[in-house]
């Protein structure tokens, strides 16, 4: 099969020289002319060293680590109850969360079957995920998860003190975004103090990967908290019995209110019963967060750039000078990082442990939306 595909390459690389055309290719190697048309097509795109370095190797390209706990992730969640809905569900979500390009059917299935999640029964329910050994040596745990309701379009974000079961804030809404998360780790490090882990299992929003890290997790290692993905059987078991508690709460307040948006729903929620009785943070303390650390520089949006000539810096849709002292100039290619507010989205550079302001020079029309 290979032999026929390096065939393939090399007669449509020298299509023009020979004047072949599909019809031809199709004969002598016996691939769809439309196929044949998607072979150009990445002929074009990779080149044709690439493309035969491809096929010598593999054709697709092996699933890397963190692909595969997304891909298995995705299923696991999915709730679809055969495979093919479970790859239809997983090949939606890669459209909207757009991290990795999806996978054939046969690549995922292969994938399946080497963790042993081929049969439909085990996805889900026997299976037994890797236990946590970090949970129980810290002290101070947040169970924080971004979890989306079942037969719903809304989206609830839970915030849990691991020992003494509150909670601590909880919100609904229509959209998967980093900006609330950003909020939650805010509004606990300010009003509460530091915790010493975040348990996020299971929470895919919280594990895009930026730069070979998580946002969220940069957020918290510059807090100087553990982030932790592995799986925990008594921290798991607590979320589980909140959650139902909480959907059930959900149902009542609909039935008993005409709610129509989300902020209605998080309004009247915050004053329902379940959620003033157990949501006592005053009596929750965690560590003390130093005076020194200003939390404007980390909990925001921060990406490294190089600097252009004229100490000008380009950042998502917009053009921006770094306004500097009088007498420094950075030289061009220079590594800064950027700074951008989830709210207000003001822009700032760090360099060298200095915050500087910058001033805005050319805005694209396009429009980009933050998360």
């Known amino acids: 099969m290979n032999e026929n595909i390096e065939k393939a390459i090399l007669l449509l690389d020298g299509k023009t020289d020979n004047k072949f055309k599909y019809k031809d290719i199709s004969k002598l190697t016996g ?90 029964s085990t996805i889900g329910s026997k299976t037994k995920p890797k236990e946590s050994d970090l949970v129980k040596e810290k002290n101070h745990i947040v169970i924080f ?16 003190d691991y020992k003494s079961l509150r909670i ?13 998360c950003a ?16 348990y996020c299992y299971g929470s895919l929003l919280l594990r895009r990967p930026v730069y070979g890290q998580t946002e969220f997790a940069r957020m918290c290692s510059e807090l100087g908290i553990v982030v932790e993905y592995n799986y925990d059987n008594d921290a798991e078991g607590a979320y589980k019995l909140l959650k139902k508690e909480l959907i059930s709460n959900l149902t009542e307040c609909i039935k008993n209110s005409g709610i129509k948006t989300t902020k209605e729903l998080n309004e009247l929620f915050e004053k329902s019963e379940m959620f003033s ?29 190089k600097v252009l000539s004229r100490n000008m ?28 507010d989830y709210n207000s989205h003001k822009v700032r550079v760090l360099y060298e442990n200095e915050i500087y302001n910058v001033e805005l ?7 980009k939306f933050y998360e």
């Open 361 to 367: 020079i050319q805005i694209k029309t396009s429009k």
């Open 277 to 305: 009785k157990g949501r006592k943070i005053k009596e929750i303390k965690y560590g003390r967060l130093p005076k020194s650390t200003i939390i404007d520089d980390i909990i925001c949006i921060k990406r490294q750039r």
């Open 31 to 120: 691939y769809h002319e439309k196929s044949l048309i998607r072979l150009s097509r990445n002929l074009k795109k990779y080149g044709k060293e690439r493309m035969l370095e491809k096929v010598r190797k593999g054709y697709n390209e092996p699933i890397k680590v963190q692909e595969g706990r997304y891909i298995l992730d995705m299923i696991i969640q999915s709730g679809e109850s055969s495979i093919t809905k479970k790859y239809q569900y997983y090949l939606s979500a890669c459209k909207k969360e757009k991290l990795f390009n999806p996978r054939s059917f046969s690549a995922v299935y292969s994938l399946l079957v080497k963790n042993d999640l081929r049969s439909c």
């Open 183 to 198: 909020d939650f780790l805010r509004y606990i490090t300010e009003n509460i103090g530091i915790p010493d882990l975040f």
């Open 313 to 340: 810096v380009q950042f998502e849709n917009g053009l921006y000078r770094i306004l500097l002292p009088e007498g420094m100039n950075l030289d061009g290619r220079t590594k800064v990082k950027v700074l951008m």
């Open 145 to 160: 998860k971004v979890d989306k309701l079942p037969k719903s379009n809304l989206f609830v974000y839970t915030a849990i």
């Open 168 to 180: 601590i804030k909880v919100l609904f809404s229509r959209k998967s975004e980093m900006k609330i």
